[in-house]
């Protein structure tokens, strides 16, 4: 079973950045991916950005050109660095794992960005 722990999560101004960091518990394997969601209040979890094993990317529409996902050499570690951060990014930000076990989040982590 792999955990997964989220972190980075802050309280920004409009036009600041984070860096969320996501650690999984163990060595994935190959075929991999790992991703970053958020939900906002009243809102569905949607995918903001993924990677796979072999580094392909996907990134939400409003968030391109604002985000930058990527991972660690050792694959078991994911980074989501975003920069020129709205108010309407402020969601809770929750890290996906998909390996050939299954899928693991973790608990997630509060972005909240002020006007």
């Known amino acids: 079973q792999v955990h997964v722990v989220e972190s980075g999560g802050d309280l920004v101004q409009a036009g600041g950045s984070l860096r969320l960091s996501c650690a999984a518990s163990?060595?994935?394997?190959?075929?991999?991916?790992m991703g970053w969601y958020r939900q906002a209040a009243e809102n569905q979890r949607e995918l903001v950005a993924s990677?796979?094993?072999?580094?392909?990317?996907e990134y939400h529409d409003s968030v391109k050109g604002r985000f930058t996902i990527s991972r660690d050499l050792a694959g078991n570690k994911v980074y989501l660095q975003m920069i020129d951060l709205k108010p309407e990014d402020t969601a809770v930000y929750f890290c996906?794992?998909?390996?050939?076990?299954?899928?693991?989040w973790g608990q997630g982590t509060q972005v909240t960005v002020s006007s």
């Open positions: 163990r060595r994935l394997g190959t075929g991999n991916v």
């Open positions: 996906k794992v998909e390996t050939v076990w299954g899928a693991a």
């Open positions: 990677i796979t094993a072999a580094g392909r990317t």
